[in-house]
């Protein structure tokens, strides 16, 4: 892999347990391993497989030692499967390899979540959001990554989001500049990326089967509506 391919991996396999459960998630292990996940992505960060030949791993090994020297990556040395997180700087690189507009959408987003709850401490479930729930998902990645939001969601799959600890930075950040929002060259290298580890969470056994990994919403902890402002209007009203 070249190095914006490495950085953006690291991305994905941090980004994928940050996703909600969907579906029939909660009646499997996937609660305790994105649990799990996200423990460790808070310290050590994620594994990144050394795959190929002994020539191409140790290649890759060389890439990630310069990457931890350009103050991209932390990582805990050479390994088959070496724990490496991205620096603050080197997630800012990813994210623009993939999405150059991908922060302040999220930001937008924040912004809206927070004006559709208005301090209450429900939810705003996914379908008061005027996009595709698989959309909305992928636009809150960043201020999920960044405390700007936190999402759940119900025994059905049902996503809902709230403000996190750090949403006012992000309402901070929020311009109604127009936006072309392109997606940026590793794009689809980051959505496949993403996708296998999904799939890989999904058949994940957990490791410690007491841990529940959290409990699903309920309907009544959610706010369900009919109206469904567009990004736009939260500068406008």
């Not at 996009?131 to 992928?138: D, F, G, N, T, W």
């Not at 750090?166 to 940026?184: H, K, M, R, Y």
Request: charged share 25%; no cysteine.
């Amino acid at each position: 892999m070249t190095d914006d391919q490495i950085l953006v991996t690291i991305l994905a396999l941090s980004d994928a347990p940050r996703l909600p459960i969907r579906a029939d998630g909660w009646r499997s292990d996937l609660p305790s391993v994105r649990y799990d996940r996200l423990r460790d992505l808070a310290g050590a960060g994620v594994q990144l497989p050394a795959r190929g030949t002994p020539a191409e791993r140790a290649r890759q090994s060389d890439r990630v030692h310069q990457l931890a020297q350009a103050g991209l990556v932390v990582h805990g040395g050479a390994t088959r499967s070496a724990w490496v997180r991205l620096t603050p700087g080197g997630e800012t690189r990813a994210r623009a390899l993939v999405r150059p507009d991908w922060r302040q959408v999220s930001a937008r987003l924040v912004a809206l979540v927070a004006h559709r709850l208005d301090g209450s401490d429900k939810w705003l479930a996914e379908t008061e959001i005027p996009a595709p729930p698989s959309e909305v998902e992928i636009d809150a990645l960043p201020a999920l990554a960044g405390g700007g939001l936190v999402v759940s969601s119900t025994m059905r799959g049902l996503a809902a989001y709230r403000p996190g600890p750090n949403a006012e930075s992000w309402l901070a950040e929020v311009n109604d500049a127009d936006l072309d929002d392109p997606f940026g060259p590793l794009w689809e290298f980051s959505r496949a990326a993403v996708s296998a580890e999904l799939a890989a969470l999904a058949v994940a056994k957990s490791p410690d089967p007491r841990e529940l990994g959290g409990i699903p919403l309920a309907k009544k902890d959610l706010i369900i509506g009919n109206a469904k402002l567009p990004i736009r209007a939260i500068f406008t009203e």
